[in-house]
């Protein structure tokens, strides 16, 4: 394969609902970790960054082999800040280090039960396929056809849809959503259209519910150490 690929995992200090969350233990290492560890297993993937505005995080990032080249501004260590300007931002650093790449990899690291099995199988699809991106997906817990919105007072009386009344959940489609685990994108048409997955020539690459668990809370927490205690 002689395509350039930038994995790029984005981790900054600030996390309000679970503090440290990005280099919490988890079953024994720091969080980022297990992302930094799976990445630097493929095959496929040519530089590992850690884009970063917290120090304990780059210096935990190093011991564990990715490169910390920069700080990230504090205008993208915000709320506000989104994932494809994170990812812009380390694109023109790696270009004004004569560094270029064919396809950038994000990779949160809040999905430590991704493997590098599923990193290599998500760029063997887009090879497969000739992609412009592939994501990770996964099946949806529970179908979003059994989903509505309430009104202000709660009351239930049009909820269900009547096109579904009586019908059985393995009766309805399977639904599919992000699972926030990879995201693989051709870098010249992510900075034309600043977006990850496009209207044409993007494909979805299945992954387990299981290896999915996205860490958000200490219940994600638990059910990862799990997991990964059972492996």
């Known amino acids: 394969m002689n395509k ?3 994995a790029i995992i984005p981790a900054r200090g600030g996390s309000k609902r679970l503090p440290g969350k990005n280099i919490m233990n988890l ?37 564990y082999g990715a490169e910390v080249p920069f700080v990230r501004p504090d205008y993208l260590s915000n709320d506000t800040a989104t994932s494809v300007d994170v990812v812009k ?4 650093f790696y270009k004004q280090m004569g560094k270029e790449y064919s396809y950038i990899m994000l990779l949160q690291p809040t999905s430590p ?27 949806c817990k529970h179908s ?14 049009n909820f269900e849809r009547d096109e579904l009344k009586n019908v059985r959940s393995q009766d309805l489609p399977t639904y599919y959503q992000y699972n926030g685990a990879i ?3 051709q870098v010249d048409r992510l ?16 992954m387990s ?23």
């Open 4 to 6: 350039r690929i930038l």
């Open 27 to 63: 079953a024994g290492k720091p969080l980022i970790a297990w992302t930094i560890e799976a990445a630097k297993q493929s095959k496929y993937i040519t530089d590992i960054v850690v884009s970063t505005d917290d120090d304990e995080i780059a210096k935990i990032s190093k011991e």
């Open 89 to 92: 931002h380390s694109i023109d």
């Open 113 to 139: 039960l991704r493997t590098v099995e599923d990193i290599n199988g998500a760029v063997e699809l887009l090879l497969e396929k000739k992609a412009d991106s592939v994501i990770s997906m996964c099946e």
């Open 144 to 157: 979003p056809l059994w989903t509505n919105i309430l009104p202000e007072d709660n009351s239930i009386n």
């Open 183 to 185: 995201y693989i994108t």
């Open 191 to 206: 900075l034309e259209e600043k977006m990850f997955s496009f209207n044409t020539n993007s494909y979805a690459y299945l």
């Open 209 to 231: 519910n299981e290896r999915s668990i996205d860490i958000d809370t200490n219940i994600d927490k638990m059910i990862a150490e799990i997991i990964l205690g059972e492996g």
